[in-house]
């Protein structure tokens, strides 16, 4: 079955640099667009970033966008994101997401979460 | 891009069924029938249990269905049970390659 483990989560300083890896198992993983969606303590969900199944076309959110970018390697079925300039306010737990097969608009299966902590 | 307005908690007794709204704009909701539902207990990822509006994923029970009207999604939950106590999201697709979440639902079986 479907399972994404998503690692690279960790305390971090503002203004710091961290990479988040989504590791995909069990379907083919180059078929499918992918995405970051995260949960700040206590809050609701918000949609990050998504990369298309090809990783030629990337989107971010405003808040993330010049900061954040994914990423994809489909020979190593792992979804990718590279966290720069971060900010206290993204301290969360990232999920990585697959898109469904009616279409990446919709977030199919998820994985378990890596929580980013950033803190002076 | 404004999250979705849900209500923050709804509550029902065993047996009973439960609906929340999930209220958008014409530039997602209204727009678009890429509106899905999340459901999330404590501590646990959230897991899809409706979309495309109304089509549930395999697995999922047929007492959780969804509808559309305007810039308004729903969901209901019939026959409630002590399981389906938990968070509840919708999503839509806001059109340019972006999302909105709203901003969830708790729903207290009672």
């Known amino acids: 079955q479907v399972q994404l483990v998503e690692s690279g989560g960790g305390v971090v300083q503002p203004g710091r640099s961290l990479r988040l890896s989504c590791a995909a198992s069990g379907f083919t993983f180059s078929a499918f667009g992918m995405h970051w969606v995260r949960q700040a303590p206590d809050k609701g969900l918000q949609w990050v970033a998504s990369?298309?199944?090809?990783?030629?076309?990337?989107y971010s959110a405003d808040s993330v966008r010049g900061r954040f970018a994914v990423s994809r390697d489909n020979s190593r079925d792992t979804l990718l994101l590279q966290m720069d300039s971060l900010r206290v306010e993204d301290t969360a737990v990232y999920y990585c997401?697959?898109?469904?097969?009616?279409?990446?608009?919709?977030?199919?299966?998820w994985g378990q979460g890596t929580l980013v902590t950033v803190s002076s | 891009q404004s999250a979705l307005t849900q209500p923050p908690s709804a509550s029902g007794s065993p047996g009973q069924s439960v609906t929340f709204s999930c209220t958008g704009t014409?530039?997602?909701?209204?727009?678009?029938?890429?509106v899905s539902w999340y459901q999330q207990h404590p501590g646990k990822a959230p897991k899809l249990i409706i979309f495309e509006v109304n089509k549930r994923p395999s697995g999922v029970p047929d007492r959780f269905s969804g509808s559309k009207s305007g810039n308004t999604a729903s969901l209901t939950v019939s026959g409630l049970q002590a399981e389906d106590e938990a968070d509840y999201y919708c999503s839509s697709y806001t059109g340019i390659y972006s999302w909105v979440f709203g901003g969830g639902t708790k729903l207290t079986v009672l």
């Open positions: 014409n530039n997602d909701v209204g727009r678009y029938n890429y």
């Open positions: 990369v298309s199944s090809t990783g030629s076309n990337n």
């Open positions: 997401a697959k898109g469904h097969s009616r279409g990446w608009y919709f977030f199919d299966s």
